[in-house]
């Protein structure tokens, strides 16, 4: 069973900042487009930000210009830098990997943005 274990979730003002991260295995992350999905409640999960083998990324249209997503080969990690949290920003982050259509996820993490 693959696991991706998310942390760095929290509780954070508006206007504040968190940085996810998720831990993959080796094998999934070199051969893996990795990155970031949320559900808020009574919502569908939305694609935030995803990071290809090249470098490529691609973000949700409501996180651009506040969010960041990286990885970090060396530690098969891969992080979600998020700046200017909003309240709507509320909800619980899934790291995600796609290995050649193969989907994977983690168990979430909260992310909370009250003031």
């Known amino acids: 069973q693959v696991q991706l274990v998310e942390s760095g979730g929290g509780s954070v003002q508006p206007g504040g900042s968190l940085r996810l991260s998720c831990l993959a295995p080796?094998?999934?992350?070199?051969?893996?487009?990795m990155g970031w999905y949320r559900q808020a409640p009574g919502k569908e999960r939305e694609m935030v930000a995803l990071?290809?083998?090249?470098?490529?990324?691609k973000y949700g249209d409501s996180v651009k210009g506040r969010f960041l997503v990286s990885r970090e080969n060396a530690k098969t990690t891969v992080y979600l830098q998020m700046n200017s949290l909003k309240p709507e920003d509320t909800a619980v982050y899934y790291c995600?990997?796609?290995?050649?259509?193969?989907?994977?996820w983690g168990r979430g993490t909260q992310v909370t943005v009250s003031s």
């Open positions: 995600h990997a796609n290995q050649w259509g193969n989907l994977y």
């Open positions: 080796g094998n999934i992350f070199s051969t893996s487009t």
């Open positions: 990071m290809g083998l090249g470098g490529s990324e």
